[in-house]
């Protein structure tokens, strides 16, 4: 289990890259009315929104019952069958759309301009962690 102070060093270096971001990337991808620039999120499955689907792993979440609640009512790689926390932050903040899996084929031109999601389910602080699942 990480230390209080190892999780403290990764939320400021998080806020940081994110501001950072925000100050950098100034685009027309999103309308004016968001409050902040850009949404990157940094996660493990709790927050992925597909980047799994384009990893060699056995955590997938690409197949029924996943994403029935979703628009279209297909799976998007989200581990839940809806909207995940970010999804919702992302609307609350006046997205027009979702920061794409950064793994994804949308993720790139225009679209990484709001942002992106890197977030990997079955991530942890261990490198041997990741072996058990490879």
Do not use: W
């Not at 689907?53 to 996943?66: E, G, M, S, V, W």
């Not at 225009?110 to 992106?116: F, M, R, S, V």
């Amino acid at each position: 289990m990480a230390s209080t102070g190892s999780k403290t060093v990764e939320s400021l270096v998080a806020s940081a890259l994110f501001f950072f971001f925000a100050q950098v990337v100034r685009g027309d991808a999103q309308s004016s009315a968001a409050l902040v620039p850009a949404i990157l999120t940094f996660g493990d499955s709790t927050v992925d929104v597909g980047n799994n689907d384009y990893h060699a792993t056995i955590f997938r979440a690409n197949f029924p019952p996943y994403g029935r609640d979703f628009k279209d009512h297909e799976p998007t790689g989200r581990f839940c069958n809806g909207k995940l926390a970010t999804d919702i932050t992302a609307e609350t903040l006046g997205f027009t759309s979702y920061p794409p899996a950064y793994l994804s084929p949308q993720a790139s031109g225009k679209n990484l301009l709001i942002g992106a999601n890197f977030a990997s389910a079955a991530s942890g602080f261990y490198d041997e962690t990741a072996y058990f699942y490879v």
